[in-house]
């Protein structure tokens, strides 16, 4: 009888099956289970890639960890392992931290690698099968593989699919190596003896009677000066004509005899020089040497066996070159040694030769930084302050953001996970980056909005790069103008900050009140201030015209205007998809939506009342600018939004003028002659349904005081809110801790983060009444496992009722810590509702 098997021997065989693997893909999807690779021996191969079979092809998947056999269904298996294990694609640490995040904010793991993950997503690699021994596969279809092995792009992938599914194809993947084709010059042995010879035509001797004296004359000439290539060239260099020639040719008195030629100059060019990338690259390089060629006689040559057209590796990109510093070996590192700390305050040239030091000694002992930035100019003025200590160290900086191309992407990926390069400074994708050994990540600018990935996992990236660091067991620094509220408890540094001149314009009072200062006029009621330019701007402008400098205008908004409105029935036109007015662009007289894009024409009249005028309200950059022309006639005046980039060079070179932009422009470096920089209505920045909103004020106030890195232009703030203490603290010149500290001291009483954690949930319908009761379900869902009202807020609609074509509402959840919001966002998938739910981890921007 054969033997029961026991408890022991299930439980043996039970741990000798790998168990599956968790893999995700670059869509919003969760990780997948998949076997491992048939014979695989070895552990999980957390952070590699692999090859998986996706909806009957095969794709690149990354590999997060092992998860428990669920069931006894069979799974699929993954086909090929892509990189080695000891090398993988992203650290495991990484891939732990990253995953945890998303586990916890209930997002796919799926979404969240797709932002994060910039390369790797593809893999160029020669792909064979053939049949298993002794399997017949022509039942599958009627070209099947064999048992020899063929390319798989012979058969179709759905094909190769079901036979990979039966278990019954054997397949072999290498990676290509990235080639170039160049033209290479053969060695003299290889090149054809036709094309070494030459044709030539040679006098026979003695000459052939009778020749008429004119053949005569040409006989003797080609006896005594040839041979000679060609019957046109032999009679020109006789002076006679080709008749002549030609008769002496049939005569007998010359014949074509081949010869060996010397080399052409420019092959031999060509053998010196080495592999050319094109024809016009041969023959110019020729033609500059003396070696006359077209790229016409250079295809001749490549015909005729003088050179070959051959595959070679391709040199790698380009990348950024590092910017030469001088360092000072003996600058103390002053740094706190805590495994959360901050640098804020002074200059950013400042604060990166305070951190230096710490950057420097991790170099040194073979260990990797990581610097993120949250935009293109933050990410540019950190690698002019901090890539040149790469050097230093012995090591090499490098630059990886959305930047750089794909071959670029690739490299520096491939030079981190090699440990060539140890300082790396980027965006959001260089936090999957595979650092060797790394010993610090350094957020910059951790408040800025910029970190929000806006689309996709709507992921905050200090949030991540704070789990990342967490896992690997290494310090996480904040490093900015000004600290965030999160990152006030933090033991840190403040620098001294920059000098800042700062003029107040308060809309809300009158000029003779003395906070106005001397600039004001005492004569001009409280309706005589100017608006969108005030007097005292314009008497500034005037000024700054004079005296040949430049000016700055932050404008709130793009277009002309924020709305049109009707004088005589106040009628505002509306978006058709939002509940939001028309902004105006009078360049384009078009009317558009700013939030999903819809525009029209500016109509001749009033829906309401078929009145003909309008009457513009919230100006922006079209309006502004234009004042500006109007008031500074000769003075030229640029524009800086997304609708409009004007050439700034005449201004880069220290050319008088007036800048007219939104945010955008300080994504570029400051006028070199800059003297005055103006905020034509702060209050835009204040009114806003997000209890960030001061915090982001002050943080413009700071980098604007901050902007020109040597000098102190005057800052004019024009404002209906002069006493907000976002603005004072600057005005008084207080250091940068002053108002962010005030503002954690308020949301530690009001319960707000850092002292919570906060998730946004949107509920959005086509319809406003199924959205609502979608909300109102969720949040008696909440109540029933246990949230608070203190954990629940709402649900309310959102402050523009329809937006893009749906009613948006919005739930915000409030947790003591990570781990408990975590547990109210379980609830969300205890059932399905009855519209689209997303969650917004660390909201930003509204609420």
């Known amino acids: 009888m054969p033997r029961r098997a026991s408890l022991r021997d299930v439980t043996a065989a039970a741990a000798s099956i790998p168990q599956p693997w968790l893999v995700v893909v670059n869509l919003p999807v969760p990780a997948q289970d998949f076997s491992a690779p048939h014979g695989w021996v070895g552990e999980v191969p957390t952070g590699c890639r692999v090859l998986i079979p996706w909806r009957g092809e095969l794709v690149v998947g990354l590999v997060v960890g092992e998860t428990e056999a669920r069931g006894a269904y069979r799974l699929r298996e993954a086909v090929h392992v892509l990189d080695a294990p000891a090398c993988p694609w992203v650290s495991p640490q990484t891939v732990a931290g990253v995953c945890a995040w998303a586990q916890d904010a209930r997002i796919p793991a799926g979404l969240i690698w797709g932002d994060l993950l910039g390369v790797g997503w593809t893999a160029d690699y020669l792909h064979t099968v053939r049949a298993v021994e002794g399997a017949d596969l022509s039942a599958f279809a009627r070209k099947a593989p064999t048992t020899l092995w063929t390319d798989a792009g012979a058969f179709h992938p759905a094909l190769l699919d079901a036979v990979r599914e039966q278990g019954l194809l054997e397949e072999r993947f290498d990676l290509r190596p990235r080639t170039k084709s160049v033209i290479r010059a053969r060695q003299l042995a290889e090149v054809p003896a036709a094309a070494r010879a030459v044709t030539a035509l040679h006098a026979v001797i003695p000459a052939p009677a009778p020749l008429t004296p004119r053949q005569t004359h040409a006989h003797a000439w080609l006896s005594d000066y040839g041979p000679h290539d060609t019957l046109s060239g032999w009679a020109k260099a006789a002076g006679v004509s080709g008749s002549v020639v030609n008769g002496v040719l049939n005569a007998g008195g010359a014949q074509y005899i081949q ?30 040497d003396g070696a006359p060629l077209s790229p016409t006689a250079a295809g001749t040559l490549l015909a005729r066996g003088w050179a070959d057209t051959v595959q070679v590796l391709a040199p790698p990109p380009m990348l950024h070159e590092a910017v030469t510093l001088e360092v000072n070996d003996d600058s103390p590192d002053r740094l706190p040694e805590a495994p959360l700390w901050r640098l804020h305050g002074g200059r950013a040239a400042s604060r990166f030769r305070t951190l230096a030091p710490r950057v420097l000694r991790l170099l040194g002992q073979g260990r990797s930084v990581l610097v993120l930035a949250p935009d293109h100019a933050t990410l540019r003025r950190a690698w002019e302050g901090l890539s040149g200590l790469a050097a230093h160290a012995g090591t090499r900086a490098v630059q990886l953001s959305g930047q750089l191309n794909e071959l670029q992407r690739a490299y ?66 904040a490093l900015g103008a000004t600290p965030a509220a999160e990152s006030v408890p933090w033991p840190g540094a403040v620098l001294p900050p920059p000098r800042a001149r700062v003029h107040i314009v308060d809309y809300a009072t009158p000029p003779e009140q003395p906070t106005l200062g001397p600039l004001s006029g005492a004569h001009l009621g409280i309706g005589d201030m ?44 509306q978006c058709r998809n939002c509940d939001v007015p028309l902004r105006f662009h009078q360049a384009t007289r078009q009317m558009t939506c700013h939030q999903c894009g819809y525009h029209e024409s500016m109509p001749d009249r009033c829906d309401n009342c078929g009145e003909q005028m309008w009457k513009a309200r919230g100006p922006g950059t079209e309006w502004i600018a234009q004042e500006v022309g109007r008031l500074l006639p000769g003075m030229p005046v640029y524009r800086m939004d997304k609708d409009r980039q004007d050439p700034l060079a005449p201004l880069s070179a220290g050319e008088p003028g007036v800048l007219v932009g939104t ?184 609420m």
């Open 259 to 288: 010869r060996a030629a010397p080399p052409p100059p420019a092959w031999n060019w060509l053998q010196a020089a080495g592999p050319q990338d094109t024809l016009s690259g041969w023959a110019n390089g020729a033609s500059a």
């Open 412 to 477: 520096t990926w491939e030079l981190v996970r090699k440990g060539a390069a140890r300082l790396i400074i980027g965006s959001a994708h260089a936090l999957a980056a595979p650092l060797q050994d790394p010993a610090l990540i350094v957020v910059l600018e951790e408040g800025s909005d910029a970190h929000k990935l806006l689309s996709g996992s709507r992921a905050f990236v200090p949030d991540i790069a704070a789990r990342v660091a967490a896992a690997h067991d290494i310090p996480l620094a």
């Open 530 to 573: 100017g608006y969108p330019i005030s007097h005292d701007l314009a008497r500034l402008l005037r000024q700054v015209q004079e005296r040949g400098r430049q000016a700055v205008l932050l404008a709130p908004r793009r277009g002309y205007s924020a709305l049109l409105r009707c004088p005589n029935c106040e009628h505002t036109p």
């Open 663 to 846: 945010q955008l422009l300080l994504s570029h470096d400051a006028p070199p002659n800059l003297a005055l920089v103006a905020i034509t209505l702060a209050d835009t920045w204040l009114n806003v349904s997000d209890f960030r909103a001061s915090e982001r004020y002050h943080r413009l106030l700071r980098q604007l005081a901050e902007w020109h890195p040597a000098r102190a232009p005057l800052l004019v703030v024009q404002t209906f809110q002069a006493d907000h203490p976002a603005l004072k603290v600057l005005a008084e010149g207080r250091d940068t801790l002053a108002y962010p500290a005030a503002e954690e001291r308020a949301r530690k009483e009001l319960g707000y983060p850092p002292h919570a954690r906060l998730a946004q949930v949107e509920i959005t319908a086509r319809e406003a009444r199924r959205a609502q009761t979608a909300a109102q379900e969720l949040a008696e869902a909440l109540y029933a496992a246990g949230a608070t009202t203190q954990e629940v807020l709402g649900p309310a609609p959102s402050p523009v009722a329809r937006l893009r074509g749906v009613y948006p509402y919005h739930l915000f959840l409030r947790a003591r810590n990570d781990a408990r919001l975590a547990e109210l966002l379980k609830v969300l998938d205890t059932k399905t509702w009855k519209a689209r739910v997303r969650v917004d981890v660390n909201p930003r921007g509204g």
